[in-house]
């Protein structure tokens, strides 16, 4: 499954420059063995409630923004952001001081930027904003989205399964969080019931073009896509892959969406004839799938049939120790071993 597909102008938006900032949300080691995992900044301590209080809600109230990137590449992690503080800073701090917008529509050096001064001690935004990701990776999206038929697990309760994770792990934290922003995933009326109904007591907005609207949704969306671009770069730099790039110093698989030329001739250059590519690919998306069956049509791919389990089995471990009715004459070791064969089998 793929979403549709960026344009040229997209993908240079897209791809991670070289020099991107690796931030404290990269974990090389899960990276590394494929595995998804979660990341929470240290809440500020001017969001949490007074020592003596045992009630979250007596710190200050919070706007919280939620927002993903890498949703439709075929290599990488899909990552989901969130970010928060309290409600007045909203537009003086985000919108009018540091001018967060739409990842997408923010330069790589950008983003980097901003994402670097929020991971800073003593800045304003560090001393101001919590945020979190989870890093979704490759081999868990293709995992639960090629379960066999009617256990399938599809690429939006994965999404939204993240976020609730994302959201609850803010609470849990002592943040007094009043309001939620939700860039839409499909309809929004149904998504932001399904979150009503998860988060009572908090105001949620799902809205289409949500990173453009609401500033707190515009900074997870840079959360979200730095730690997608610097995830990229450190896949890379982790299979050993530092001297493949071009003149620029981009990785040779570019962008990792299948629009993008490099992502797609990287692929077809680095295909393992059995197990394809590392845990950097999604390898339910169609662009995994086709390039290895058509390699294994031509003779350079391995193709592996797996036995389907019988799920009407209803066999017990005991069955293979009691003898049935029609072997209680039977030999012993013969209905242990197999049954005797007669000269007439020779």
């Known amino acids: 499954m793929e979403d549709s597909q960026p344009t040229a ?29 979660t990341h929470f900044s240290p809440v500020p301590p001017s969001l949490l409630p007074p020592p003596d209080s045992h009630d979250d809600a007596a710190g200050p109230p919070c706007a919280l923004g939620v927002d993903e990137a890498g949703r439709g590449p075929v290599l990488g992690p899909m990552v989901y952001g969130v970010f928060y503080l309290p409600l007045p800073l909203s537009d003086p701090l985000l919108r009018n001081t540091h001018h967060f917008d739409d990842s997408k529509v923010l330069t790589p050096s950008v983003r980097s930027a901003l994402m670097q001064t929020l991971c800073t001690a003593a800045t304003d935004l560090h001393d101001a904003c919590g945020w979190a990701v989870s890093a979704l990776s490759a081999r868990d999206i293709g995992a639960g989205m090629l379960r066999p038929a009617g256990a399938a697990y599809n690429l939006n309760a994965q999404a939204m399964d993240a976020t609730v994770e994302l959201i609850r792990g803010v609470y849990a934290r002592g943040v007094n969080i009043r309001e939620i922003y939700v860039d839409t995933i499909g309809q929004p009326a149904a998504y932001q019931r399904k979150l009503e109904r998860v988060f009572p007591t908090a105001r949620i907005t799902v809205a289409k073009k949500a990173d453009s609207l609401y500033p707190c949704v515009s900074a997870a969306s840079v959360c979200a896509k730095v730690t997608r671009d610097a995830a990229l770069e450190t896949l890379w730099r982790l299979r050993g892959r530092n001297g493949a790039r071009d003149e620029a110093g981009t990785m040779a698989w570019g962008s990792g969406y299948p629009s993008d030329q490099r992502c797609v001739g990287w692929m077809r250059g ?64 013969g209905t242990w071993f197999g049954t005797p064969a007669g000269p007439e089998a020779f």
């Open 9 to 37: 102008e997209d993908i240079a938006l897209e791809t991670p420059t070289p020099d991107v900032f690796l931030p404290p949300s990269i974990h090389e080691a899960s990276l590394r063995s494929g595995a998804s995992y």
């Open 270 to 333: 680095n295909m393992h004839p059995v197990f394809g590519w590392g845990p950097e690919c999604r390898f339910s998306w169609g662009t995994a799938k086709d390039m290895l069956e058509a390699a294994s049509a031509k003779g350079g791919g391995v193709m592996v049939d797996w036995p389907v389990d019988d799920d009407n089995d209803t066999h017990r471990l005991t069955n293979f120790f009691v003898a049935k009715e029609d072997e209680q004459g039977a030999d012993e070791l």
